[in-house]
T-cell receptor, first 115, second 110 residues
Framework: DTGVSQNPRHKITKRGQNVTFRCDPISEHNRLYWYRQTLGQGPEFLTYFQNEAQLEKSRLLSDRFSAERPKGSFSTLEIQRTEQGDSAMYLC?????????????FGPGTRLTVT | EDKVVQSPLSLVVHEGDTVTLNCSYEVTNFRSLLWYKQEKKAPTFLFMLTSSGIEKKSGRLSSILDKKELSSILNITATQTGDSAIYLCATQGGSEKLVFGKGTKLTVNP
């Protein structure tokens, strides 16, 4: 399967714990994005990488959130001291290098439940 | 701040009906508008539109962009139960992020 993959698919954690999610983009896609989606809403942008550089972060990304893409391939999103309001689907997407506008392909998401 | 509004939010039809979903936007430095289909998992890409008036078509689905009216429509003809999903509209402006609407939930009854 050459699509975007994400792990884990589901995560249940207790409030205050740290969690880390992983995203593997489509190979040769140099752009990688993280979004968050809650029930009844469209995905909301969190952050964007071009290769290993984090070029844009949303105001939604509080200091408890950090994302990395150390070698320009896979990416991790860490949430520290989780809160119940962090419960959501975390989606990763990637897009190819060429062109000035290009579609983003989404992975299956990681559903986080904070109890 | 960029904004995308979809209508209706919910729609129930019978198999065989034709539906039109609407998307309007306010975007700085508009580059593209995208349609996605979301079932119980991640959004699946349908269309990307950049030029006004040019229809994109895939099977029973088609979409067109009107830059003058800042809007797009997604048409589905001869609907099937497998078309039941949330249809998301998103725009890309001056930055790399996509800004999504809340989606239209389509239910196709047999």
């Amino acid at each position: 399967d050459t699509g975007v993959s994400q792990n884990p698919r589901h995560k249940i954690t207790k409030r205050g714990q740290n969690v880390t999610f992983r995203c593997d983009p489509i190979s040769e896609h140099n752009r990688l994005y993280w979004y968050r989606q809650t029930l009844g809403q469209g995905p909301e942008f969190l952050t964007y990488f071009q290769n290993e550089a984090q070029l844009e972060k949303s105001r939604l990304l509080s200091d408890r959130f950090s994302a990395e893409r150390p070698k320009g391939s896979f990416s991790t999103l860490e949430i520290q001291r989780t809160e119940q309001g962090d419960s959501a689907m975390y989606l990763c997407a990637s897009s190819p290098r060429d062109g000035s506008s290009y579609e983003q392909y989404f992975g299956p998401g990681t559903r986080l439940t904070v109890t | 701040e960029d904004k995308v509004v979809q209508s209706p939010l919910s729609l129930v039809v019978h198999e065989g009906d034709t539906v039109t979903l609407n998307c309007s936007y306010e975007v700085t430095n508009f580059r593209s508008l995208l349609w996605y289909k979301q079932e119980k998992k991640a959004p699946t890409f349908l269309f990307m539109l950049t030029s006004s008036g040019i229809e994109k078509k895939s099977g029973r689905l088609s979409s067109i962009l009107d830059k003058k009216e800042l809007s797009s429509i997604l048409n589905i003809t001869a609907t099937q139960t497998g078309d039941s999903a949330i249809y998301l509209c998103a725009t890309q402006g001056g930055s790399e992020k996509l800004v999504f609407g809340k989606g239209t939930k389509l239910t196709v009854n047999p």
